[in-house]
């Protein structure tokens, strides 16, 4: 493996699963400089990793897959690190015929969670199974995290948020790809109304309305950034961010990136999966809630439309006191 000179990663998507691969970008660069690391990227999650200093190139894909193999194939890899692991990221490297190593998603025993509730996950976290992905090139996490990199002059989006100070407002994330990942507009205005801080509603203009409809029934100072933001302006918004309140989506891996505490509110999906908030400095910094004892629960490894059982009682019944009562814990911090 010392040979290798160049290589490229695959992460085609979405904000948090590229945010999770920052640590072993640092890792392979800091380890071993001379290899020089091309990422292949969705084009929407371009910015994500567009100001990431370890990566010394970006592939962006547009939906092409043979103009993207016939790109890639004039670059002459050493190796591929496929850390999508499904059917387009397979025949890229069947195509490009180069050394390669995958991760392994577990997904027969996420199936098994999934649709028979018999846990045989190991209790590892997504980042070192990334690591594992690439044992053999001999670089090891440094624990130090994940990272996010803006665009410069991200932060002069706080010239829009007149009256909020850093460090002394909530950060909501509004949304989720997935309608059964995302907090109920009733749950965030029950909490957000207990805690009665200051807020910033972040998420796509999608999320516009919901939060429109959630500030509505609100008493505290609000503003609302969905669909304002870049992903750069958007992390720093969280980055001085007091407490994040997020599901199981990308901001939530943007709050672990900048060591936020964060009250993490899972629905559908659980922890065990790998996918919980990443801080190995200090893992006292955020918050699991989540409903125990549903029969139903992991319902999918995604997500849905809507419940398949019409009740939602995984978000629906979340412990309401707990969450405000860590909420206050975490406003207390620093």
């Not at 918050?287 to 995984?314: M, Q, T, W």
Request: glycine residues 4%; hydrophobic residues 35%.
């Amino acid at each position: 493996m010392n040979k290798i000179q160049k290589i490229l990663v695959i992460r085609f998507s979405s904000i948090g699963d590229i945010v999770l691969t920052t640590p072993l970008l640092r890792a392979i660069k800091k380890e071993r400089p001379e290899i020089e690391i091309h990422f292949l990227v969705k084009r929407q999650f371009y910015p994500v990793v567009e100001h990431n200093p370890n990566i010394d190139k970006i592939h962006k894909y547009r939906g092409y897959l043979n103009d993207t193999i016939e790109s890639l194939r004039a670059e002459k890899y050493d190796f591929i690190v496929d850390l999508q692991n499904n059917i387009r990221s397979h025949r890229i490297k069947r195509k490009l015929g180069v050394r390669s190593a995958k991760v392994n998603k577990l997904n027969i025993k996420k199936w098994l969670y999934v649709n028979f509730k018999i846990n045989k996950l190991p209790d590892i976290h997504i980042v070192d199974r990334y690591f594992e992905t690439l044992s053999t090139l001999g670089v090891k996490n440094d624990f130090k995290g994940l990272e996010v990199y803006s665009e410069p002059n991200a932060e002069k989006i706080f010239e829009k948020l007149i009256g909020f100070e850093k460090k002394n407002y909530v950060v909501v994330a509004t949304g989720a790809a997935h309608y059964t990942k995302q907090i109920p507009s009733k749950i965030l205005i029950e909490i957000l109304n207990k805690i009665n801080k200051p807020v910033i509603f972040t998420g796509s203009s999608g999320d516009m309305p919901k939060a429109k409809k959630v500030i509505k029934k609100l008493t505290c100072s609000t503003f609302n950034a969905c669909g304002i933001c870049t992903i750069g302006q958007t992390s720093e918004i969280v980055k001085h961010s007091k407490v994040v309140i997020t599901p199981d989506t990308g901001v939530m891996h943007i709050a672990a990136a900048h060591y936020r505490p964060t009250i993490s509110m899972w629905g559908n999906t659980v922890p065990a999966f790998g996918m919980y908030p990443y801080m190995p400095q200090n893992q006292d910094l955020y918050y699991i809630a989540e409903v125990d004892n549903l029969k139903c629960r992991p319902c999918s490894k995604i997500g849905y439309k809507k419940c398949p059982k019409k009740h939602f009682n995984c978000m629906k019944n979340q412990d309401i006191d707990k969450i405000v009562d860590k909420i206050e814990h975490f406003w207390q911090l620093e």
